[in-house]
């Protein structure tokens, strides 16, 4: 199933319910949260209070993208805030397979985020435990970047190995994702596809239905 997850960290903070909502109407099935900490990352961008007071406005999946060094400090409290799925960095975990293990235990489904130069043999020996994978398609710190290419081969390179073992696992994809690239990022094996600037910036419901529009050619 193809799913897109638009990224909040792009929306109109003054008038964010309203701007999930129409995004939800226009056929959206997450909602991408993006927290910074200010040290995995250079920017801060929010936390817990605003998670749990935006779950009023959607009973959509909350996909939570932990861009936290040592995440295994606050899983059960971001689980708390009404996630239903959290992804947490390779490159920021010290046991990354405890965090995983932590996740679920919290009753969330776990995914684990590689950077554009993280090899997928991070992976190797966890794959078989994740719910989803997301290859970051830009450096994460920043919405509105472009693409960078080379991270399609790592999804279908992803896809592959997934492939081999037996395993269909979702494949997300985050960082300048457009409605004018998706065909291709679906048909290098991505199947949930994160917007920020696409879908917040100008038309909310016409920038998802752009999306919903390439989805469709893929039924
Ligand atoms: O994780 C992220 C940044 O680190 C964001 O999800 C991403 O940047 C989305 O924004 P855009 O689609 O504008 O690139
Ligand atoms: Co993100």
Do not use: W
């Not at 490159?91 to 995914?111: F, N």
């Amino acid at each position: 199933m193809l799913i897109l997850s638009p990224s909040i960290l792009a929306a109109d903070f003054t008038k964010l319910g309203e701007q999930i909502k129409e995004t939800v109407e226009a056929g959206a099935e997450y909602i991408h949260l993006d927290v910074m900490d200010g040290m995995f990352v250079p920017q801060i961008s929010f936390g817990m209070p605003v998670i749990e007071t935006i779950r009023s406005c959607t009973d959509k999946v909350f996909d939570v993208h932990l861009m936290i060094q040592d995440p295994g400090r606050y899983i059960e409290t971001f689980a708390k805030t009404g996630a239903d799925i959290i992804t947490v960095h390779a490159e920021a975990c010290t046991h990354l397979d405890r965090v995983i293990q932590q996740i679920k235990a919290a009753g969330v489904k776990a995914g684990v985020a590689l950077n554009p130069a993280t090899p997928l043999s991070a992976l190797d020996y966890v794959l078989d435990e994740l719910d989803m994978v997301l290859i970051m398609t830009v450096n994460p710190g920043f919405g509105g970047q472009k693409l960078i290419p080379y991270c399609l081969k790592k999804v279908s390179d992803l896809r592959a190995m997934m492939k081999e073992r037996g395993l269909d696992i979702d494949i997300q994809v985050d960082g300048g994702i457009k409605a004018s690239n998706a065909k291709e990022v679906i048909e290098a094996g991505a199947n949930v596809l994160v917007g920020g600037s696409a879908v917040f910036s100008g038309d909310v419901a016409a920038n998802t239905k752009a999306f919903m529009d390439v989805f469709a050619e893929f039924e």
